[in-house]
């Protein structure tokens, strides 16, 4: 079990978060292919590498071109990223232009993915429903956007900051909730808790006022879906039937968990390879509006549709164009949240929509809304390359969009001359705001902060979905990564970086630099050095004892100072076996997000406890360097003793900040 090991781990609980795996973690994957096969990857999504030049450019938006155009992709990159099969849909001007599916929806029995009559989970797709009814609810003036949340709810969300969290906060992931990843995923139906229970049990803590950093929150999405239930008086799985599905005729859609049997009988597997072909269990979210939702692509199209007819049966036209174009900036010019969906203009061609994964399906809801055309696109694997999937369905919605709107076209823009200073200025470490805080699982924030540096050409190079990437200056403050269209940009005040984010994660989620005392670039070389003090001390104890005993040696110490000594040394054992203990717990609840449950409660208070060592190992320490300062010792001999108690401290410093020293088993 390596420090690198569990750094590796929280990776995996970024990875394992029903929206964005990757692109939550800047760190770097093993697993994930090298740039040059991601561009390779980007190649073939775009479908022009076997095109001639004459024929690049906007094509005309056919069925016969579009299925083509999806034939020629979809079967080459499910075999590339080994994905057992995909499903998209594609909608215009009002009518279904066309859905296909490819690859299979079964492995063993080779059932073919079917767009009319299989289902897929689309993650956080979902939240896009529960926002549409938060909507129908402010349509109807039971809901106001602006008002406290608490208004609408039988329990209180406590006071923090002094503001109160408000619906729209709500909508635009500004709630300021910090991550809540507890049963987020289970496998046992019977695990399960209502969404009552649920919202009421696992109040995550508030970590910054209302209004002011986006922080993806599915808490937050299942607090909405409450609203909705609360507000209405039914069930949600109730009001979403009624008010959603059956208008829109989507009869082969369900929030329900675990499925209808009817439904059930057309579920696609879910894989996490085609090398590993043994069908997954069928994913159990508690915090169901905000990703609970299995449909087919055919069905998702019903709702593109009435959302591009001005909200056709769902919304009136001014609640749609509200739901739609209200924008919460943070980082000017990235994409920014609407009420619900999200930015995802690409160059000049403007878009919403919404991604979304579980642990097996990573989907993607796109809709041009100039054009009145949209996309869907789900994939049952997540694939042998860390990351594929991601690809797949991010650059699907970007490829099609270049290949028919002549606004995709990538524009010619140059460095600027104030590259070098302005990266200068934003090199440096930096945290998620999307983490938990309070809890031990903070030590993901830690584990997962981002680097970026500067090149010699004053590019900054920070990495893209686990990719190594650069990006080049070309407004102040904002730049472009080589070779993709996404942006990122900074905001600064008194000549220090605020925040930062990039697309496609600036609507929900920004970096800024941690404090001091909790910025990698000083700890981790501190404990690293802890760890080599310690494991040198508790290496070279039985050592130097086996050599006494070889060569009948004396024992150096008498009286206190020996047994100083001897306690430090256990201590110090103590103190190692706390770091390891964390370790394999952490990497074995990441191992698989369905285990994060309160089954892991009793391993996880026996390691809070454990945390009473640590003060005793430091009180050894201090103890044994006092022996040691008072007897005539070696200036080694006294050197080592002040490095025990140092090291101590900093390993105490990393639980304090990792959220190990908490008490809580919300997280």
């Given at each position: 079990m390596t420090f690198a090991r569990m750094k590796r781990g929280a990776a995996a609980l970024a990875a394992s978060i029903l929206w964005l795996p990757c692109f939550a973690s800047a760190q770097p994957d093993p697993l994930v292919p090298e740039p040059a096969d991601a561009q390779a990857e980007e190649a073939v999504l775009a479908g022009r590498a076997a095109e001639p030049e004459a024929a690049k450019g906007p094509h005309m938006l056919t069925k016969a071109d579009v299925d083509a155009w999806l034939d020629g992709v979809m079967p080459y990159a499910l075999e590339?990223?080994?994905?057992?099969?995909?499903?998209v849909s594609v909608v215009k001007d009002g009518e279904l232009l066309t859905s296909r599916g490819y690859g299979y929806a079964d492995l063993e029995t080779q059932k073919p993915m079917d767009p009319a009559s299989t289902l897929v989970r689309p993650g956080s797709v979902s939240k896009l429903f529960t926002w549409t009814a938060v909507m129908q609810l402010v349509e109807q003036g039971k809901v106001d956007l602006d008002e406290d949340v608490n208004a609408y709810?039988?329990?209180?969300?406590?006071?923090?900051?002094?503001?109160?969290?408000?619906?729209?906060?709500?909508?635009?992931?500004?709630?300021g909730f910090e991550e809540a990843i507890k049963t987020l995923i289970v496998k046992d139906p019977a695990n399960m808790p209502d969404l009552e229970k649920y919202v009421k049990e696992s109040i995550p803590a508030r970590v910054f006022p209302p209004g002011t950093t986006p922080a993806y929150s599915n808490y937050a999405t299942a607090l909405a879906g409450y609203i909705v239930q609360h507000v209405s008086g039914q069930s949600f799985d109730d009001y979403i039937d009624e008010y959603i599905f059956a208008p829109l005729g989507m009869k082969h859609s369900s929030f329900r968990q675990p499925l209808p049997d009817e439904l059930a009988a057309m579920m696609s597997q879910g894989y996490e390879d085609v090398f590993k072909a043994e069908p997954?269990?069928?994913?159990?979210?508690?915090?169901?509006?905000?990703?609970?939702?299995?449909?087919?692509?055919?069905?998702m199209a019903k709702f593109m549709i009435a959302h591009l007819d001005n909200g056709g049966v769902l919304l009136s036209p001014e609640t749609a164009e509200e739901m739609h174009t209200t924008l919460d900036p943070h980082l000017p010019p990235l994409n920014a949240m609407a009420l619900g969906f999200y930015q995802q203009d690409h160059y000049g061609l403007r878009s919403i929509g919404h991604g979304g994964d579980t642990m097996f399906f990573h989907s993607n809801l796109s809709l041009f809304l100039d054009h009145n055309?949209?996309?869907?696109?789900?994939v049952n694997s997540s694939g042998s390359k860390g990351g594929g999937s991601l690809f797949l369905r991010e650059r699907l919605a970007n490829n099609f969009g270049e290949r028919y709107f002549a606004e995709a076209a990538p524009v010619e823009e140059t460095t600027l001359d104030t590259a070098a200073a302005h990266g200068a200025e934003i090199a440096g470490v930096y945290e998620v705001s999307r983490s938990p805080v309070t809890n031990f699982m903070a030590v993901s924030r830690f584990l997962g902060q981002a680097k970026i540096t500067v090149d010699e050409n004053g590019d900054l190079l920070f990495p893209f979905v686990s990719v190594p990437a650069r990006w080049r200056e070309v407004e102040p403050y904002v730049w472009r990564r080589v070779g993709g269209d996404e942006r990122l940009a900074a905001t600064i005040a008194d000549g220090k970086v605020k925040q930062l984010s990039f697309e496609p994660v600036s609507p929900f989620m920004t970096y800024s630099p941690p404090p001091w005392h909790r910025s990698s670039a000083l700890l981790t070389p501190l404990l690293a050095a802890a760890i080599l003090v310690l494991g040198a001390t508790a290496l070279f104890w039985p050592v130097r004892a086996i050599v006494r005993a070889r060569y009948k040696g004396a024992f150096p110490h008498q009286g206190a100072t020996a047994l100083s000594h001897r306690v430090v040394r256990i201590g110090v054992y103590v103190v190692l076996a706390y770091l390891i203990g964390w370790m394999a717990l952490f990497t074995s609840m990441m191992s698989d997000i369905s285990n994060l449950t309160a089954a892991m409660d009793a391993p996880v208070r026996i390691m809070q406890i454990a945390q009473v060592a640590l003060y005793a190992a430091l009180l050894a320490a201090v103890w044994n360097a006092y022996n040691v300062w008072t007897a005539r010792s070696s200036w080694f001999a006294k050197f080592w003793s002040v490095l025990l108690p140092l090291a101590i401290i900093v390993v105490i410093w990393f639980a304090a900040i990792s959220g190990f020293l908490s008490f809580d088993l919300t997280y």
């Open positions: 590339d990223l080994d994905i057992a099969g995909a499903v709810l039988d329990f209180t969300i406590p006071e923090a900051f002094g503001a109160p969290i408000t619906v729209r906060n709500l909508l635009t992931h500004t709630s997954q269990y069928y994913e159990i979210i508690p915090a169901a509006p905000a990703g609970s939702l299995a449909a087919t692509a055919d069905d055309v949209g996309l869907f696109v789900s």
